[in-house]
């Protein structure tokens, strides 16, 4: 590309550029000036009040935070019930340990006794 195109494509971009600018700032006291050189009422709306916004935004802002407060307080809660249950299944597992233990031992006690029982009847016999 020679110095000649790239100039003109730059020069371009730059009016491009101050085109965009230009609208995008002026376009408003353009419309506004046009409007009343022409007579043409405007469709701006004056007076409007902004309290009733504000008082709406700001209890939305209570509300907010006030659920924020319960979920905070209400996930502390359920952490904590967690741990105690948790806590007494822990305390639980040594009992479960020595029932499991107590009956395998009954139950084998309980077998070997039976075999006992038979052998003793058939030499008997």
Do not use: C
């Not at 701006?44 to 008082?55: F, I, K, L, P």
């Not at 509300?63 to 924020?68: A, E, P, S």
């Amino acid at each position: 590309m020679s110095k000649l195109g790239l100039f003109k494509n730059l020069s371009l971009i730059l009016a491009l550029l101050f085109v965009v600018y230009a609208v995008a700032n002026y376009s408003g006291i353009a419309t506004s000036s046009l409007m009343e050189v022409l007579n043409i009422p405007g469709s701006s709306v004056q007076g409007a009040s902004t309290e009733r916004a504000q008082d709406i935004s700001g209890k939305i802002g209570t509300d907010v935070g006030d659920q924020v407060e319960i979920a905070r307080s209400y996930i502390l809660d359920v952490k904590v019930a967690d741990a105690v249950a948790g806590f007494a299944r822990l305390q639980r597992v040594p009992k479960d340990v020595q029932s499991i233990t107590t009956y395998t031992k009954e139950q084998v006690n309980h077998v070997l006794q039976s075999r006992e029982k038979k052998e003793h009847k058939t030499t008997h016999e």
